[in-house]
Each structure stands twice: as C-alpha cells, then as structure tokens.
C-alpha cells in the first residue's frame, strides 16, 4: 500500500492549466482499481492518495504521469506501508 503526497511547489499558481489533465490521470487510477482515496491536504498545500495492488516501481511510473508531476506543480512523496492491522472494513488492504 502506498501514501501518495503531492505538495504544491512554487508553481502551485500554474494548477488551473492542468487541473483537467490532473483529473483525468486520478479517474483513471480509480478505474484501475490502484487509488482507493484522494483527498486535498489542509490549508490547499496540495493532496494526498492512497494507492494499492501494484509495485513500486509502477506507482512511482503512475505518479510521474500526473500532469501536476510533469510540469513540476507538486512535488511527489511516495511513502511505502505494509499494514499488520485494521478496522474489519478495511481488512483487504492487510497483508
């Protein structure tokens, strides 16, 4: 499982030209079965992803896909969990 951060740069006012891209590239990962939550960050610092089901290296070939990625408007943290324990919902994601 993966925790995507992606944190507005200094290019944070550049967004809105590649909002529609960025849209597109989340509903596909959706449509993927690969994101699981998407969500904004507090303060519009920028966003953050849960992702499952895939390596490393292809969440890390996904996220250099996001348009917000490519043209450099967030930068992205990709930080890696094996989870041992959840609530019964969300027991899929158990290893």
Known sequence: ???ILLRF???Q????QFMAGHKQWLS????DGVFLLAGS????????????GVTLAEIQQRVQEDPFVAERVVTAEIIE?????????LQFLVS
């Open 1 to 3: 499982m993966f925790i």
């Open 9 to 11: 740069s200094s290019r």
């Open 13 to 16: 006012s550049e967004a809105p």
């Open 28 to 31: 596909r990962g959706f449509d």
């Open 41 to 52: 960050l507090a303060s519009a610092q920028g966003g953050c992803l849960l992702a499952h």
């Open 81 to 89: 969990l094996d989870p041992g324990m959840a609530d019964p919902r």
